[in-house]
């Protein structure tokens, strides 16, 4: 039997998942040929992704390989696009490695969404607060007691910030990346998302995604110089509130031991060059002082590694919980769960008894 012409809706979406999947990758269209084996062209490529020639299924289930999809998943019409999303970055990557990011959160927030759907459970982002222009560093303290007093949070510690995120409705994606990367923040409708570098220590993963929290939920004028600036003061004081830091270390400070940052980390989840800079904002420090312990984190190379490790877990699992309720009671055949869940699926979703 011969297989039914794509009409050119079909190609058109056939060669955006290409894209896809070749972005998510990180492949240029020459990468993807060479490790196709040269079964095609860098034309041929091109003409798939624009929606002008289809691919024949052994060259798509090549390609589907390469890029580690299933050929099914070229099939699934996209429900977002890269437009469709508003993402807050500086980036320092390159093109490609952005663009991979980019790609794997669309993707990823495409499964969420179907999931949140089938179920019939969504969770936007619903929290409003008044929003007024922040200039100075004090408004962001104030800002930051009015959102963990309407939190319930008070001044203790935040155990599993990403998990905190989820149950207020912002989508969390954990992803492995460069160095160079360490968050960013994605926007569609009601929709939020903070993605997260999975390579970093569980202090600058709850740092990052403090800072990028801070991004949507602050206001600043338009003429504002210092935005990431006054978003690193909004993760400090998230994480570590001001009367809670004065607490621990006092009014004023002349010398701080080590082991006073180390339990500061332990307990806050913040590492110590992050509450050395909140000591100072604080006006716990001076400024020669706090010069002082950022040179000596240097010289003991602590700015890279340093002499503690925060233990705590930080985990988004709420997309993991619907995935296993679903198929646990039978909502989601296990077909539909390994296409929906991806490489999120958990490796004991058979049902116990």
Known sequence: MSRRKKDKSDLIHLGQR??????????SMEDLVTKAGRIVSKQAISKYENGIMEPSPPILEQ?????????SYFQQ?????????YFRQKSKLSRKEEDAIKYRAINYLERYLELEDRLGLTLPFKYRIKKKPLNTNNDIE???????????????????????????????????????????????????????????????????????????????????KDEEGLCHVFAGAFLLPREEI???????RHKITLWEWQYIKETYGISIQAAIYRALECDIISHNYFRALIHQLRLQGWHRVEPVAYNGKEEATRFKRLLAFALAEGLLTPAEAQRIGGEELPPALQPMA
């Not at 290409?18 to 492949?27: C, D, S, T, V, Y």
């Not at 019409?77 to 999303?85: F, G, H």
């Not at 004065?246 to 004023?252: P, T």
């Open 63 to 71: 390609l589907a390989q390469v890029l580690n999809v299933k050929p």
């Open 142 to 224: 104030e800002l930051v007691m009015k959102i963990r007093s309407d939190w319930g949070l008070g001044r203790t510690p935040i155990v599993n910030l990403l998990g905190l995120l989820e149950e207020k409705g912002i989508k969390v994606y954990l992803t492995p990346a460069s160095s160079r990367f360490a968050g960013l923040t994605a926007k569609n409708g009601q929709t939020q998302v903070i993605v997260v570098n999975s390579n970093h220590p569980p202090d600058r993963i709850r740092f990052t995604a403090s800072h990028e929290l801070g991004h949507i939920l602050c206001s600043f004028p338009e003429d504002i």
């Open 77 to 85: 019409r996209a429900r977002l696009q890269l437009s469709d999303l």
């Open 246 to 252: 004065i607490n621990l270390l006092g009014q004023r």
């Open 18 to 27: 290409l894209k896809a999947a070749r972005k998510m990758a990180g492949l």
